[in-house]
């Protein structure tokens, strides 16, 4: 599978290495490949890895990933181009830090982030997944290491093909797959994340845990 990874950060980075792994070709798609801030960590991955502007990333992809602050989300899709038809997976979380230096959500409830990337992204088949966990927790192709019990990748979308698609990245990495249903359901996850998130504060920034389903 071609994956253009939108964002070469911690969680884009650590996505790309392990997917390569598995045998999936990665195309990071950042601002200015030449000389931008950005680095995709290409040398790590090798031949299967290369850096290209954003649109041209999604015009060749398979699949899309974006793994981009909230913040720059409207800013990407709108270079993206037209993505009618692409399925994109949404890895983001819609974070708000307050005066205080707690995190919130800034939409929730009534709506989602990933519903809203929907509406940005014209005729796109948006998944939500890979959002629920840090990017430690996808740093390892292999297995991610909690023993005989397989970590839960949650995630929902409206489409069919893009639910087979997160499931097929999903169990690459290592995890178990669960379908929630379709894509308000990340109106769920996406609050499921900001509770991972406090906890990994709580404990001292220990990031290494995930949901699992125990079942009888």
Known sequence: MKIAIIGAGTLG???????????????????????????????????????????????????????????????VINAMGDVRDKIIIDCTNPLLLN?????????????SGAEEIARLATGARVAKAFNTYGWENFADSTYPGYGDLKPLMFYCSDDDGAKEAVEKLAKDLGFEPLDTGGLGMARSLEPLALLWIRLNIRESRNANFTWARLTR
């Open 13 to 75: 980075g650590a996505l790309g290495r392990s997917w390569a792994k598995a045998g999936h070709t990665i195309v990071f798609g950042v601002r200015d490949p030449a000389g931008g801030k950005t680095r995709p960590p290409l040398a790590e991955i090798g031949s299967t890895a290369t850096s290209k502007t954003v649109s041209q990333a999604v015009h060749g992809a398979d699949v899309v990933v974006l793994a981009t602050p909230w913040d720059a989300v409207s800013e």
């Open 99 to 111: 005066a205080e230096g707690s995190l919130s959500l800034s939409l929730g409830s009534s709506t």
